[in-house]
């Protein structure tokens, strides 16, 4: 299975044409899931003990398998947090995966991981960490999450009277779902600030404050959001820092969504004191057009990960070795063996330009005001709230929970888009609202006025 033969050229150009229609195809079919007892009808079994052949294989994929898939890319996704990797992006991601290139160690992928800080580099500038700042890419926001909150928590516990205790973090109720996972995967304690717009540092200094005394010798960091997943919203990361600062706390700012932002010099603003994190996480496959799965993390002294994460094996003795000196990605996450998460990132930055990484992110935010605009002109919606960055939220009049879940299933099945609820608390407890969350810069008002129509009455 190794061998060069005819079936593996022909295989490879089946492939190489499939990826280039896709590429090419800026509205690709929003597919639907099926059932996997469906799935198994149509497909059988295809792991056998002498193989279905790659033809066969590749057949089912793609006109079975795939149509059950949703591409993130299509200009009517609007659920979630989707993507749209540049095509410079994936096409350097097939390159990044037949490199057959481990990016663990500067000894076997010196040249990729001087690509991938090269872009690294460019993330530090954006936040505007002082001079030695530096980071690592990751799989996603949960393993940037995750390698910041144990490289905070050890340098907490190299106090001695912190070794035997469970830490304690807090965080806002509008935090990522991956905190509170995080916190469980450290067997941490974390307490959330009840704010429903931004956690300002009034907020923070009270919540302190109203900790007892063993909850507070167990508080070591605080995370701030840069952009909530549901709305957008953008804690006070100013006075977040001053408050750490006053209490020695590690400061934490997850813009894993959001941190694409600031490249864009509309909103820069409302990131001021993001510089000021001991740590933070930006995911380049959400707002920086990268293929998943890419994530990062940001530390403002990046010895203090090292000294929480770097592995140590006789097999693994040589990459000290002085002949074998470089950045070692491995030594600054939870991951010893990963691939070139950021060259895609960089080969499209360094295709591209910055200019034009600006202009797609604010066609996000200019999309989110746009539907604004036109949702606030119908007569039975209405806006929850203004749009914060590229998210959107507003109600149907008169529509029940119900309601909205099947106007979502009703525009997936007809191919339509997918639109999905979501909710936000009110004086009277949590109502479902719909949800928009722009990040393709292919879609087009005429997009928005098409799914806006399907809530008429």
């Given at each position: 299975?190794h061998n ?42 295809t ?65 990729g ?45 190299k ?17 990522h779902s ?35 005394t ?16 549901n709305?957008?919203?953008?804690d006070?990361?100013?006075g ?19 941190g694409g ?76 063996t990963?691939?070139?998460?950021g ?13 034009k ?60 888009a ?40």
């Open positions: 299975m060069i033969d005819i079936g593996v050229v022909e295989m490879t150009l089946d492939v190489m044409k499939y990826a280039i229609n896709r590429i090419t195809n800026i509205s690709p079919t929003l597919g639907k899931p099926k059932k996997e007892e469906e799935l198994y009808k149509l497909v059988g079994e792991i056998t003990s002498k193989g279905i052949g790659g033809e066969r294989a590749f057949e089912l994929f793609k006109d079975i398998l795939l149509p059950a898939t949703v591409p993130i890319d299509h200009p009517r996704h609007l659920a979630f947090v989707p993507a749209a990797p540049t095509r410079a992006a994936v096409m350097f991601d097939l390159v990044t995966s037949a490199s057959s290139i481990h990016g663990a160690y500067w000894m076997e992928g010196a040249g991981i001087f690509c991938e800080n090269q872009a690294m580099k460019w993330l530090v500038s954006l936040a505007g960490m002082p001079a030695g700042a530096f980071g690592v890419f990751t799989s996603g926001g949960t393993a940037a999450n995750l390698s910041a909150m144990v490289t905070a928590r050890e340098h907490w516990r106090d001695a009277a912190n070794r035997n205790k469970k830490g304690l973090i807090i965080a806002s109720i509008g935090a991956s905190i509170k996972a995080m916190a469980q995967v450290i067997d941490a304690e974390l307490i959330l600030v009840d704010s429903q717009e931004e956690m300002t540092g009034e907020d923070l200094e009270s919540k302190i404050n109203s900790l007892d063993s909850q507070r010798e167990r508080l070591f960091a605080v995370v701030a959001t840069g952009g909530t997943t709305a957008g919203i953008i006070d990361l100013e977040i820092a001053q408050v750490c600062e006053d209490h020695g706390l590690w400061y934490h700012v997850d813009a894993a969504y959001g932002a600031l490249v864009a010099d509309s909103v820069r603003h409302h990131f001021n004191g993001i510089e000021k994190a001991d740590s933070i996480t930006i995911d380049p496959h959400k707002w920086l057009f990268s293929p998943y799965d890419c994530g990062a993390i940001l530390y403002k002294d990046p010895e203090l990960a090292k000294e929480a994460h770097s592995q140590e094996g006789s097999y693994l003795d040589i990459i000290s070795d002085e002949g074998a000196q470089g950045f070692n990605p491995a030594d600054y996450q939870i991951q010893l990963r691939r070139l998460r060259l895609p990132l960089w080969f499209s930055l360094a295709t591209n330009g910055i200019d990484y600006k202009w797609a992110v604010e066609k996000g935010i200019s999309l989110a005001k746009l539907s604004a605009e036109l949702i606030e002109k119908r007569p039975e919606l209405e806006l929850v709230r203004p749009p914060s960055l590229s998210c959107v939220l507003f109600r149907r009049k008169g529509w029940s929970p119900e309601s909205y879940t099947n106007w979502t299933y009703n525009n997936h099945k007809e191919g339509l997918l639109v999905t609820p979501t909710k936000w608390r009110t004086s009277e407890g949590y109502e479902t609202v719909i949800r928009f969350c722009f990040i393709n810069p292919d879609t087009g008002q005429e997009d928005i006025e098409m799914i806006l129509d399907t809530l008429k009455e």
